[in-house]
């Protein structure tokens, strides 16, 4: 299976490599990944030693559930979900179903990749705004920041169709059927 790893022989700090496939342990399932989001701490983990050679970079990650939990918690196989998991640079990933969701049909799994990291660092740093604060933005409440909105406007709930489309750059895909390098 190939896979984006830490070598730090590579001039980046990170080269694509083949890898075992993962193996689930309890409370986690297998994800055929479809995209994966490349965040800044992915490219720091991969040259700050954090990690070991060899460990598959990656975090945010969308797919295909394609093996169960083996105690049957989480999604079912053929569920499409959003995770955070240890090692998504790769064509599959296990995942905690404690650290997954559902994505939905109207969702693009695209656009869910970049909800793991990148959606909860954008969230983040909006509760850190005046007049956002916990009782809005923290709450998986928003306000529109583009229209304008003042404090007071009604909030709004955050769902992954309104990301600005700018933000799609962020997922790439994951699999050498599309696209990845050999």
């Given at each position: 299976m190939r896979a984006?790893?830490?070598?730090?022989?590579?001039?980046?700090?990170f080269d694509f490599a083949d890898v075992g496939e993962p193996q689930a342990a309890e409370g986690?399932?297998?994800?055929?990944?479809?995209?994966?989001?490349?965040?800044r701490g992915d490219v720091n983990d991969a040259r700050s030693g954090r990690l070991a050679p060899g460990a598959v970079l990656g975090s945010g990650v969308s797919g295909v559930v394609v093996q169960m939990a083996?105690?049957?918690s989480g999604p079912p196989n053929g569920t499409r979900v959003v995770a955070v998991v240890s090692g998504a640079f790769a064509e599959r990933c296990a995942a905690p179903v404690?650290?997954?969701a559902p994505v939905p049909p109207n969702v693009d799994l695209a656009d869910a990749a970049a909800l793991p990291v990148a959606g909860l660092a954008a969230i983040s740093r909006l509760c850190a705004l005046p007049g956002?604060?916990?009782?809005?933005?923290?709450?998986?409440q928003a306000r529109p920041a583009a229209s304008g909105a003042s404090p007071s406007s009604s909030p709004r709930t955050v769902e992954p169709t309104s990301l600005p489309r700018s933000a799609h750059w962020a997922a790439v895909p994951a699999s050498?059927?599309?696209?990845?390098?050999r």
């Open positions: 984006i790893v830490v070598d730090p022989s590579s001039r980046l700090g986690q399932l297998l994800v055929d990944v479809s995209h994966a989001s490349l965040n083996a105690d049957e404690t650290a997954l956002w604060g916990p009782a809005s933005a923290c709450s998986s050498p059927r599309r696209g990845l390098p």
